[in-house]
Structures are given as structure tokens and as C-alpha cells.
């Protein structure tokens, strides 16, 4: 009975070890954070964004970059298009200067240099904005940023979403989205 007892503690102390060590490492995955001045997590995107009055991009500022982060990768899409899922921009290998913190599109421009782009679902490079049809419902942009802990990702140039999230899947430190929404009237 005593041996059952202590067994019984032995495999609690061992399944609390796990717990802790599970919830150490998850915390570290989730500390990355991502605003914006030009909207908020799940709220409307102004016109400005849109293809109603420009092609602009809102600003990015990212924080709390995990300690080991060489680059960043970024996807915008909206998963509420007609037939697909529709990619508005990927960036990837961004570069982190080992920064802590920094701000993409500081201009509200795609303009960046310091990193590679990927094709868009329009078969583009740039940053392409928001556009549903007038008779849709609102629709879902999700800004996708990741940290990862490898400078230069190897893969082709020009390869898919898909791909490239299969392909940086062990160097993920951390992970963030926000979500912009958008209607046309």
C-alpha cells in the first residue's frame, strides 16, 4: 500500500514537471505581439487601406520579438474570398537586426528593400488591398506574422503559401495575427 502511495506521488510530481515545461515553452511561442496605429485587432480597416481610396498598407509594430528571432515572414489573407482564400502579400526572411521591437510599412508603403516577396494571388509582388465585390459580406484580413530563428529560409523562389509554411515550421518562435475587416457599401 505505502509502495502504491509513493507511486502514485511519483507519477503526479513527474505529470506536474511535464505540465510546467509545456506551459514554459508555450508561453515563450505567444509572446509576440503585434499592433497597429492604422486599426484594431478585429475592427474595421479605414478606406484608405482599400481599393476605395488607395493602396496603402497599414503599419505593423512588433514587439516582444523572442530573444533567438533572425527574421520575420509575413502573409496577408483573406480566407472569406469567393472561391480560395485569397493572398494579399507574403514577405519572408525580414530582417530583425536583432531588434527587440520594429515597424513594418512605416510609411503605409510596400517599399521595404530588406526582404524577399512572394507572389500574391493576383500573380503580384506588391501588397494588394482590399478589394470584395460591393455585394459581399464583410470580409476577414488576416495579418500573419511570425518569428523565426533562421535568417534566410531555403527554399525557390517562387513557391506557395503552403510550402512556405511547411518549410519555416521549425524555426516558429512565435506567432501573431490581427485581424482588419472590410465591406464595401
Known sequence: MVLLILWFWVLLLIFSFVVIMVSLKYAEIWKLQVTSPDFKNNTFLWSQFTCDWGNLI???????????????????????????????????????????????????????????????????????????????????????????????LDLKEWVDKDELLDTMQPYNLSYWEMIGLYKRD
Open 58 to 152: 497599414p503599419k505593423l509594430e512588433i514587439n516582444n520579438l523572442p530573444e533567438n528571432t533572425k527574421s520575420l515572414a509575413i502573409i496577408i489573407d483573406d480566407p472569406d474570398a469567393i472561391k480560395n482564400t485569397f493572398v494579399h502579400f507574403i514577405a519572408r526572411d525580414i530582417k530583425t537586426n536583432w531588434q527587440t521591437s520594429l515597424t513594418l510599412f512605416e510609411d503605409n508603403k510596400d517599399t521595404l528593400v530588406w526582404f524577399t516577396r512572394w507572389l500574391n494571388s493576383f500573380w503580384n509582388l506588391n501588397w494588394w488591398w482590399p478589394c470584395p465585390p460591393k455585394w459581399h459580406w464583410i470580409h476577414r484580413y488576416f495579418f500573419k506574422i511570425y518569428a523565426l530563428s533562421k535568417e534566410k
